[in-house]
């Protein structure tokens, strides 16, 4: 299971950034896939996913500034954050997993890689 997330870095607040995941062709023919992300002294956070089909949701903290989507040809899986927040900085996960019932199951995770919001 590989899943290779890349571009976090440090942003001023209002700016924007773009996540990339990359992940094997035997982890992106899971149903779904999404991004988390942890911030220090916090739970876990689910912040959006999408299914094999396109669909998508993202958690109401984030919703309106951050867009996922994927490009399949690519086995590639993005995060697109706008009018960051401090409240924003965190590592951020690439998942893949399973999308039941209603709910996102993740079953891999990735590395992470770090979203720094600070003027």
């Known amino acids: 299971v590989q899943l290779q997330a890349s571009g976090g870095g440090l942003v001023q607040p209002g700016g924007s950034l773009r996540l990339s995941c990359a992940a094997s062709?035997?982890?992106?023919?899971?149903?779904?896939m999404g991004w988390c992300r942890q911030a220090p002294g916090k739970q876990r956070e689910l912040v959006a996913r999408i299914t094999n089909g396109g669909s998508t949701n993202i958690a109401d903290s984030v919703k309106g500034r951050f867009t996922i989507s994927r490009d399949n040809a690519k086995n590639t899986v993005y995060l697109q954050l706008t009018s960051l927040k401090p409240e924003d900085t965190a590592v951020y996960y690439c998942t893949a997993g399973v999308y039941s019932l209603g709910t996102y199951h993740p079953r891999s995770w990735g590395q992470g890689t770090l979203v720094t919001v600070s003027s």
């Open positions: 062709r035997s982890v992106f023919s899971n149903d779904a």
